[in-house]
C-alpha cells in the first residue's frame, strides 16, 4: 500500500514595497519598522544612498530624482507590488514609476500639479472652489512694474517649496518689491534648490491674501475617494510677514459645521487634482467667506510631526499608509481616542546653534510625550523664510486639545536655546 503525500500548503508571497525617499531620518525607520512587523519587504530608493548602513538587509536602489528617465531604468526589470513616497520630489518619482509598473498610486500628472501651486489654482479654480486673485511671474521681471499689478494685501510664494519657506507677505509695493526680490535671492543661489533644478523655480505666484484661522488635513484616497483621517488646529495666528507654522492639535475644537465644509472642501480640492490612490496632506484656512484650499500634497506629513498622529491602539501613519498600500482594507481605523499635538519648535534668529537648556524641564511638563532637539551643536541656523528647517519638536496627549496646547507652550517655554551671532564670511 502506497502512502498519500499531503497536499501542498500554499503560503501568500510577502508584498514587495518601494519606498522613494529623499532622507534617512526617523520617518524612515519607522516605515522600515513597520513593515517587518506587516512581514512586507521593503526597498528604498533615494538619491542619498551613500549615507546608508543597508538598514533592512537589501541595498537601496540608487535614483535620481530631478531625472526620471534614468530613475526608471534604474528599476527596469524589478517586481515589486506598491509603492510609497516621502516628501515632495520623491512622490513625483514613485508617481511615475507606479505608473510604469501598473501599481495604484497617484497618478504623475496629480502629482505634478500638487508640487506647482500655480497649477493647483487653476485647477482649484476650474472645479469651483473659492481661490484669491492670483498670477505667475519670472524671475526676470521688473519687481516694481509687478508691483502695480497686485493686489494689497498679497502673498508672493515659490511655486515648489513647501513649509511656508520662501513664502511673503506684503502690506504695499515697496514690501512687494523687498519680498520679490528676497525670494529670487533664495531660488537662484539656495544650492538645494539649484541642484533640483525644476523650471517652476524661475517662478513666483502672486495672490490676495487670505484671511482666517488656518488648519492643516491629513489623509488618505482610495480608487479616486478622499478620506480625511485627522483635522489639525494650528492656534497660533499666521498673518505674516512669513509663515512659520508652529503647533498642530488634533481634533479640531472647531464648530462642527466648519469641519465638514473643512472636509467637503479638501475632498474636492483632492478630486480637482486627480490624485487616486495614497495619502495626502493639505493646508487651508477658513473665514467668513468659506473654507479656501491653500494647497494638497500627494504624501504625508512629514518628518517627525507624524508622531502625533497614531490609530486604533497606537498603530502609526507610516504603518497605515503600508498597509493601504498593499492592498488592505485601513477603512475602519479611526485616530486614537485622545488629543494630541506637536509643536515644531521655530528659529528665532539666524546664527550658528551653541545647545539648549531646560529640556529634562520640558519633558516633566504634564500631558508631554517627549521632547526632541534635531538642531546639532555647531549648526549654522537660518530662520524663515529662507531657512527649511527647525530646532526641534515637542510632542503632547491629553485628554483635551485644549491641555494640549497648554503642554505644548508650557513645555516650549522652559527650553532656552544658545545660538551665536554667525561671523560674516570672508571672501577674496
Not at 226 to 242: C, M, N, Q
Amino acid at each position: 500500500m502506497t502512502s498519500q503525500q499531503p497536499p501542498a500548503t500554499s503560503h501568500p508571497a510577502r508584498s514587495r514595497l518601494l519606498l522613494f525617499a529623499a532622507t534617512t531620518g526617523y520617518q524612515i525607520r519607522v516605515f522600515a519598522e513597520a513593515a517587518r512587523r506587516l512581514d512586507i519587504d521593503l526597498t528604498l530608493a533615494t538619491d542619498r544612498c551613500h549615507v546608508l548602513e543597508d538598514p533592512w538587509g537589501d541595498h537601496a536602489i540608487a535614483v535620481r530624482f530631478e531625472d526620471i528617465p534614468a530613475s526608471l531604468e534604474a528599476l527596469r526589470g524589478r517586481r515589486f507590488d506598491a509603492v510609497a513616497a516621502v516628501g515632495d520630489r520623491p512622490a513625483v518619482l514613485a508617481a511615475e514609476a507606479a505608473c510604469a509598473l501598473g501599481i495604484p498610486f497617484h497618478p504623475p500628472s496629480a502629482v505634478r500639479a500638487c508640487h506647482d501651486k500655480y497649477l493647483a489654482r487653476q485647477l482649484f479654480q476650474a472645479a469651483g472652489l473659492p481661490v484669491p486673485q492670483f498670477f505667475r511671474v519670472t524671475l526676470h521681471e521688473s519687481a516694481a512694474a509687478v508691483a502695480r499689478r497686485a493686489p494689497y494685501p498679497c502673498v508672493l510664494k515659490p511655486l515648489g517649496l513647501s513649509a511656508s519657506r520662501g513664502v511673503i507677505r506684503a502690506n504695499n509695493p515697496d514690501e512687494f518689491v523687498a519680498a520679490f526680490n528676497r525670494i529670487k535671492a533664495l531660488l537662484e543661489k539656495s544650492p538645494d534648490i539649484r541642484s533640483a533644478r525644476e523650471e517652476r523655480d524661475q517662478y513666483l505666484q502672486v495672490e490676495a491674501y487670505i484671511p482666517g484661522r488656518e488648519f492643516a488635513v491629513e489623509g488618505l484616497v482610495t480608487g479616486g475617494m478622499p478620506r480625511v483621517l485627522a483635522i489639525f488646529d494650528k492656534p497660533d495666528p499666521l498673518e505674516g510677514p512669513f509663515f512659520e507654522e508652529t503647533i498642530y492639535v488634533t481634533p479640531s475644537r472647531e464648530a462642527a459645521a466648519v469641519q465638514q465644509a473643512i472636509r467637503e472642501t479638501v475632498g474636492k480640492a483632492v478630486r480637482a487634482l486627480g490624485l487616486h490612490h495614497g495619502p495626502f496632506h493639505a493646508e487651508l484656512r477658513a473665514n467668513d467667506s468659506g473654507v479656501w484650499m491653500l494647497e494638497v500634497a500627494a504624501r504625508p506629513i512629514g518628518g517627525l510631526c507624524s508622531k502625533a498622529l497614531r490609530f486604533g491602539s497606537g498603530m502609526p501613519l507610516e504603518e497605515l499608509i503600508l498597509r493601504h498600500a498593499t492592498g488592505e482594507d485601513v477603512s475602519t481605523l479611526r485616530l486614537a481616542d485622545r488629543a494630541s499635538g506637536v509643536m515644531m519648535i521655530p528659529i528665532p534668529r539666524g546664527g550658528v546653534y551653541e545647545g539648549a537648556t531646560g529640556v529634562e524641564e520640558a519633558r516633566a511638563v504634564a500631558g508631554i510625550e517627549d521632547v526632541i532637539i534635531t538642531a546639532k551643536v555647531g549648526q549654522t541656523l537660518v530662520p524663515l523664510p529662507e531657512g527649511a528647517t527647525y530646532l526641534g519638536f515637542i510632542f503632547a496627549r491629553g485628554n483635551e486639545a485644549a491641555g494640549v496646547e497648554q503642554a505644548l507652550r508650557g513645555a516650549h517655554a522652559r527650553v532656552n536655546f544658545r545660538i551665536a551671532t554667525a561671523l560674516p564670511t570672508l571672501k577674496g
